[in-house]
């Protein structure tokens, strides 16, 4: 299984928390082992990179840190409320969001090197609280949403999800030892699957209108930091140099350089510049660009083919799928009564400027 994969699956009206525990139990992570970042890379462990600590000593400095509220996460037996949040009428107890912001934060001061005895590490630790929050938030916002849509879980979907993530780690002797590790149950387990199949079932309804197929361009591209190299590119290629070989040698986009700048089959929305997109679409198949300029740098575009209604692979409608949650969030939460109970995180009760920080 992919890591990322793992990731897009379970962060579906799931806390952080709980999305990092399903990372650990698909990518074979325990808690003293580095967890892969969102590049696919390996964070290494504070622990283990500079042996200046053991996990309970790491459990006694965010026990031990300086805080501005009972209620900032760092002890999950702290606070003196029963709620942390009410939504819609709905309330988030107190105690699974200490536990979950306590063992989130636990975690990153082990393995992403936060020291929380710092003013900077303090701060972290409020920004990992807050998307705690955030996402249990949205998670009860999800929730609600599949009553409305009549939306269930039934035990056979479960048990049939369970045997298939049982078989991804290596059977059940593997998960056993997976859920030692990740410090959990299988019960809770089974509850964050159900919540994951709840939010997967949702979020196949709110995206149910998007579009299956597109206009697409399979393109390919050199691109330069520097508008004289693309200049010199272009003098190449109008001396009949082929376009692979020059970008090979003189594109700066390292991730297509090597496949003769091969951007694929690419359609509107999947390029990180809408002036990049703008030159794409305007070419017809066999037609090149001259050095066009963009935000991201410099480049020159040649289309290959065209195709106006190709069908999007399921990689392909991810983004479209993650940009129409986002807005439904978004929307959601505008429409929503929310309450929070502490307040360095009472923000979150409406959608202001840094509530998704």
């Not at 003196?80 to 009410?86: E, K, P």
């Not at 107190?94 to 003013?119: K, L, S």
């Not at 697409?216 to 692979?244: K, M, N, P, T, W």
Request: charged share 25%.
């Amino acid at each position: 299984m992919n890591p990322n994969d793992s990731l897009r699956r379970a962060v579906v009206a799931l806390p952080v928390t709980m999305t990092a525990l399903f990372l650990m139990l698909a990518t074979g992570a325990c808690k003293n082992s580095p967890p892969v970042d969102d590049d696919g890379s390996a964070a290494q462990s504070t622990v283990e990179r500079d042996g200046s600590g053991s996990a309970d000593q790491v459990d006694d400095a965010l026990s031990d840190a300086p805080t501005e509220a009972p209620a900032s996460g760092l002890d999950p037996s702290a606070g003196n409320v029963d709620v942390v949040a009410v939504v819609n009428g709905d309330p988030i107890p107190m105690a699974d969001f200490q536990q979950q912001a306590f063992d989130t934060q636990r975690y990153h001061v082990d393995q992403g090197g936060i020291d929380p005895n710092t003013e900077d590490g303090q701060q972290q630790l409020l920004v990992l609280r807050r998307g705690v929050l955030r996402d249990m938030i949205d998670q009860q916002l999800m929730e609600q949403a599949a009553v409305e849509m009549n939306i269930t879980v039934s035990d056979d979907e479960l048990e049939a999800d369970m045997k298939g993530l049982i078989a991804e780690v290596g059977g059940q002797a593997a998960f056993a030892r997976k859920l030692a590790e990740a410090q959990t149950s299988k019960d809770t387990w089974m509850e964050v699957e159900r919540a994951s199949l709840i939010g997967r079932k949702v979020l196949d309804a709110i995206t149910a209108d998007l579009p299956k197929t597109a206009e697409f361009v399979h393109a390919r591209q050199i691109y330069c930091r520097q508008q004289a190299d693309c200049e010199s590119a272009l003098g190449r290629l109008d001396q009949g140099e082929d376009f692979a070989a020059v970008a090979k040698e003189m594109s700066e986009d390292i991730s297509t350089k090597e496949q003769g700048g091969d951007l694929d089959w690419i359609t509107r929305g999947s390029l990180l510049s809408t002036e990049l997109e703008a030159v794409v679409f305007t070419l017809q198949s066999g037609q090149r660009s001259g050095v066009a300029a963009s935000d991201l740098g410099f480049h020159i575009v040649e289309v290959l083919e065209r195709d106006p209604a190709r069908a999007m692979s399921d990689e392909q409608l991810m983004p479209l799928r993650e940009k129409k949650l986002t807005e439904w969030l978004t929307e959601r939460r505008s429409a929503s009564d929310i309450e929070i109970m502490v307040d360095d995180l009472k923000d979150l009760a409406a959608n202001k400027p840094g509530s998704n920080d």
